[in-house]
């Protein structure tokens, strides 16, 4: 079975599991639960302490945004280091 651009399947699937070690692959999903989590927690508490009709509604959604945007960045920064010495 042949893939797009003619890649064959079986080709493509012996490289990835020869570069994707199970390590890599289970520390991505614990990363993106906590990053799932961490924008959920910070867009209700934005959301639920919303106050001025609907310009205090977009306010608080820019506000979110940008909170989320940082967090995550940092967040995964310290996650990164916390993976890489307890992993590697």
Do not use: Q
């Not at 820019?62 to 996650?79: E, R």
């Amino acid at each position: 079975m042949y893939l797009e651009r003619g890649a064959d399947m079986y080709a493509y699937w012996n490289i990835t599991t020869y570069w994707v070690v199970p390590k890599d692959f289970l520390t991505g999903v614990a990363k993106s639960i906590f990053f799932g989590a961490l924008v959920t927690l910070i867009g209700c508490y934005n959301g639920l302490s919303t106050e001025g009709g609907t310009e205090g509604l977009g306010r608080a959604t820019t506000a979110t945004v940008v909170h989320v945007t940082m967090a995550v960045i940092v967040s995964d920064f310290f996650l990164t280091k916390l993976f890489l010495t307890l992993f590697y």
